[in-house]
């Protein structure tokens, strides 16, 4: 079975700095995807990033960013020039593909983020 | 704008009463599913369906139930509610093709059993 782990259960950092969120994660799986969602205060869950494991480059979109590590099963968040919108709830998530997949998204517990001004 | 909506948002209900939570999608998506968020524990999967005559038990199905009444449409329903059921629920969707792995989720209905 895959497990997702974020070790971090709260952060905070100041106003444009950068952040890292740690996320591993455990299959015996080759091929599957790997996420990022943010839930902001208003508990809505939004599709942050995604990274193909086949892939070896990182995913970037805008000012976030992702390490994929696949051989140390980790996959970490950084947000460059944090704004205060970004606080939120950011989970890590796994999700199988092949054939025996139903597509499920395995999720870590969370990594609250605050910024402040 | 195509969208996945979840009613009721919010609601209250007594142990041992029947619950049901809807789930309409308008994004033309077969698959959908329903995950339950506790605190700490990220979200976790209670049922998924394909399409309509294909449904599934997730990990955590016990003390649930779901009906597929047409495409657009997913309902969980509590048979019995029970305490340990107070979580925050989420319908989801995805296409059957590419990007099939990408989920759309609906605003949340948080449910308090007392």
């Known amino acids: 079975a895959q497990t997702v782990t974020q070790s971090q259960p709260e952060m905070s950092v100041q106003e444009a700095e950068t952040v890292t969120l740690s996320c591993t994660y455990d299959?015996?799986?080759?091929?599957?995807?790997l996420f990022w969602y943010k839930q902001p205060p208003s508990r809505q869950m939004i599709l942050v990033i995604r990274?193909?494991?086949?892939k070896q480059q990182n995913a970037t979109e805008n000012r976030f960013s992702v390490n994929f590590q696949k051989a140390a099963k980790s996959f970490s968040l950084k947000i460059s020039d944090s704004q205060l919108g970004d606080t939120a709830m950011y989970f890590c998530a796994f999700m199988k593909h092949g054939m025996d997949s139903n597509y499920q998204l395995i999720w870590g517990a969370g990594t609250k983020l605050i910024i402040k001004p | 704008d195509a969208d996945v909506t979840q009613t009721p948002r919010n609601r209250i209900t007594k142990t041992g009463k029947r619950i049901m939570l809807e789930c309409s999608q308008t994004k033309g998506h077969d698959r959908m599913y329903w995950y339950r968020q506790d605190p700490g524990l990220g979200l976790r999967l209670i049922y998924y369906s394909f399409d309509v005559k294909d449904i599934n038990k997730g990990e955590i199905s016990d003390g649930y139930s779901v009906s597929r009444q047409a495409q657009a449409k997913f309902s969980l329903s509590l048979e019995s509610a029970i305490p340990n059921q107070t979580a925050l629920y989420f319908c989801?969707?995805?296409?059957?093709?590419?990007?099939?792995?990408?989920?759309?989720f609906g605003p949340g209905t948080r449910l308090t059993v007392t």
């Open positions: 990274q193909e494991a086949y």
């Open positions: 989801a969707t995805s296409r059957r093709d590419r990007p099939y792995y990408e989920q759309y």
């Open positions: 299959t015996s799986e080759n091929n599957y995807y």
